[in-house]
């Protein structure tokens, strides 16, 4: 195991455990990370991914004992949101393309954490229209960059006060999930081998960050400023990719 592989397996289990204490994966950090570190696209695009899925079933485990997810109101997001995650997994998109949607989104995602939510209006959490609109536009972006929605559909979420904040992260946790399955699935039709040996360190990490982090939330960090300390962190990596790359 190289230093690179050590420090990175460090630096994913303590971004799993504050990712997973707000019921977020962390992909869109694995993915600043591993693109700072100029990882080929194909490697760092599964691998983020693969983390993310692991992260995600904690969370959605820890919910689903809790009592605290309704599947009502998940398939309204899930159902246009899978297949178009899917599709933006197959996507090929040119390095400097890939780049350009990474820096970009991962700077709108660092916005809308930082942002304290002012409610707009009430929004009943049963608004189909409106849950599938945001399911598969954010399911399409998902899948393109790798990274499994939640750091987007939460905030929004909060913002229109479609419901309690745990039922909130508990849907995003399952968001997570299933965008972060779809989208591996469609990238692993045109992938030709995965590192295993570079990629099994990170993925033990983030299983113990994501533990720690899912036990932790809820009794010992507080929650708003876990954001926005995670919105200044991506912030700086979307600004670093934008500069590396352009």
Same mark, same amino acid.
């Given at each position: 195991? $190289? ?22 994966? #962390?992909?869109?950090?694995?993915? !600043?990370?591993?693109? =700072? ?12 991914? =693969?983390?993310?899925?692991?992260? %995600?079933?904690? #969370? ?5 004992? *809790? ?8 398939? &309204?997001?899930?159902?246009?949101? @899978? ?10 998109? &040119?390095?400097? $393309?890939?780049? =350009?949607?990474? #820096?970009?989104?991962?700077?709108? !995602?660092? !916005? ?5 939510? *002012?409610? =707009? ?22 899948? @393109? ?12 979420? &909060?913002?229109?006060?479609?419901? *309690? ?6 849907? %995003? ?11 591996? %699935? ?12 570079? !990629? ?44 590396? &790359?352009?």
């Amino acid at each position: 195991m $190289t230093e690179l592989v050590i420090l990175l397996a460090v630096s994913f289990f303590f971004i799993a455990i504050v990712y997973s204490s707000v019921g977020f994966g #962390g992909g869109s950090s694995y993915l !600043a990370i591993l693109a =700072l570190v100029s990882l080929p696209v194909d490697t760092l695009r599964p691998v983020a991914l =693969l983390c993310n899925i692991i992260v %995600a079933t904690g #969370g959605v485990m820890v919910f689903a004992r *809790e009592g605290i997810l309704r599947l009502k109101q998940v398939w &309204h997001f899930l159902l246009p949101s @899978v297949p178009l995650a899917f599709l933006g997994g197959y996507w090929q998109l &040119h390095d400097r $393309t890939f780049f =350009l949607l990474l #820096g970009t989104s991962l700077v709108v !995602a660092s !916005a809308l954490l930082w942002i304290r939510p *002012e409610r =707009l209006r009430k929004v009943k959490s049963d608004n189909v229209g409106l849950n599938t609109t945001l399911g598969g536009t954010i399911g399409l972006l998902s899948g @393109v960059v790798s990274i499994g929605g939640g750091i987007f559909l939460s905030p929004v979420l &909060h913002l229109i006060d479609w419901d *309690e904040a745990k039922k909130i992260s508990a849907m %995003a946790s399952v968001f997570i999930l299933a965008n972060s399955v779809s989208g591996l %699935a469609g990238q692993w039709l045109q992938l030709e081998s995965l590192p295993w040996s570079f !990629a099994v360190p990170l993925l033990l990490a983030v299983l113990a960050g994501g533990q720690v982090g899912s036990r932790l939330g809820a009794r010992v960090f507080n929650s708003l400023y876990i954001k926005r300390i995670t919105a200044v962190v991506v912030f700086i990596a979307g600004l670093n990719i934008l500069r590396l &790359h352009f």
